[in-house]
Antibody, heavy 121, light 107 residues
């Protein structure tokens, strides 16, 4: 069974750094793209970026380029989403999701349970 | 980027009803449109990919139609477990974008 298990909720202050994680199991971690998605009440779901753990190819959404870093550790089947300096506007629930590709289609076939990040002074 | 406009934002219906949720893309995305169901506190579940292809574990009361810019998710014969939030996603480009979501509530 495919599972994506995310790290727990975080409460941080503006300016602090943070790294959240997503551990995959039940599939070959390096063979599938993995996406990060942000959910907020105001903007709904937004694609943050995608990572191919096999070669560490990373793509970022236009609103997130330069704001976050996506990476992975193949030895632990874990993907990361990282901020160097958090802002209040980063407050959201973040999901990781495994991307399934069946050409020409692709979709998010498994999702993590979400990590709530709260940034407040 | 491709904008996805979903409507309605919320919907009240009764068990047994048939409901339709629509999603409009800002440009032609052919049939690269996915639908998901999301319940509070749980991970989203894929229902339909490729605009109309039912995911293996999804009930047959869910169906999807459309191509180009206009798409619909139809739920025929609502069941109690169907009351949830539904959202569409375009997969025409790898810069995925989502609809704002439709919350389906019990009337």
């Amino acid at each position: 069974e495919v599972q994506l298990v995310q790290s727990g909720a975080e409460v941080k202050k503006p300016g602090e750094s943070l790294r959240i994680s997503c551990e995959g199991s039940g599939y070959i971690f390096t063979d599938y793209w993995l996406a990060w998605v942000r959910q907020t009440p105001g903007k709904g779901l937004e694609w943050v970026g995608s990572l191919y753990p096999g070669d560490s190819d990373v793509r970022y959404g236009p609103s997130f380029q330069g704001q976050v870093t996506i990476s992975a550790d193949k030895s632990t089947n874990t993907a990361y989403l990282q901020w160097g300096s958090l802002k209040a506007s980063d407050t959201a629930t973040y999901y990781c999701a495994k991307i399934r590709q069946l050409p020409p289609h692709n979709w998010f076939d498994s999702w993590g349970q979400g990590t709530l990040v709260t940034v407040s002074s | 980027d491709i904008q996805m406009t979903q409507s309605p934002s919320s919907l009240s219906a009764s068990v047994g009803d048939t409901v339709t949720i629509t999603c409009r893309a800002s440009q032609n995305i052919r049939r690269y449109l996915n639908w998901y169901q999301h319940k509070p506190g749980k991970a989203p579940d894929l229902l339909i990919y490729g605009a109309s292809i039912l995911e293996g574990g999804a009930p047959s009361r869910f169906s999807g139609t459309g191509s180009g810019t206009d798409f619909s998710l139809i739920i025929s014969g609502l069941q109690p477990e169907d009351f949830a939030t539904y959202f569409c996603q375009q997969a025409y480009t790898n810069e995925y974008t989502f609809g704002q979501g439709t919350t389906l509530q019990i009337k």
